[in-house]
């Protein structure tokens, strides 16, 4: 899954470490390595018709538009690499919690609350996605994890709604 619990070491128990660290981001279907795949093998489709039209005046009119097929499909998986650097990190102490939003081009939102008034809510529909995660409190309310898939996103709020509820029930 496209998120992790983070767990504190033995020996920074007696900092203010928090209690409970979530990290979530979008999942990746193309790995760098099938990045470098994909325009290799676009390459060779696109050159292999252009072998029929070597030494011919065809060529040259040719070659700019399988270049510019090329660096289209470059742009835009590099643009989709650069959309998907979404990070979000939930914080939770025993008297507050934060939770951070690292954009993809470097704008950071960030929300607090306190969890012991914070409710995680899933609502199944009239949300922009199925199964929509949110956490409410402080007189707002908070999407987490949008970009999940709908098989994650209640298993997250099934993990999260626990994990607060143990926070809650140390105080």
Not at 67 to 95: C, M, N, T, V
Request: hydrophobic fraction near 40%.
């Amino acid at each position: 899954m496209p998120y992790e619990w983070v767990q504190a070491d033995k020996s920074d128990a007696q900092r203010n470490r928090p209690k409970a660290e979530l990290h979530l981001w979008p999942y990746r279907s193309l790995p760098r390595r099938g990045f470098v795949w994909i325009m290799g093998m676009g390459f060779g489709m696109m050159a292999l018709p252009l072998l029929a039209f070597l030494g011919t005046v065809a060529l040259w009119g040719l070659l700019p538009f399988g270049l510019a097929a090329l660096g289209a499909l470059w742009f835009f998986i590099e643009k989709s690499y650069k959309d998907g650097e979404i990070l979000e990190e939930l914080r939770i102490w025993s008297d507050h919690m934060t939770l951070t939003r690292h954009g993809p081009r470097g704008e950071v939102q960030k929300w607090e609350g306190n969890p012991y008034w914070v409710t995680v809510q899933l609502h199944k529909s009239g949300g922009p996605v199925p199964d929509y995660v949110t956490l409410k409190g402080s007189g707002r309310e908070v999407e987490l994890g949008a970009f999940l898939s709908e098989d994650e996103r209640p298993a997250l709020h099934a993990e999260l709604s626990e994990r607060l509820m143990q926070i809650k029930s140390h105080q």
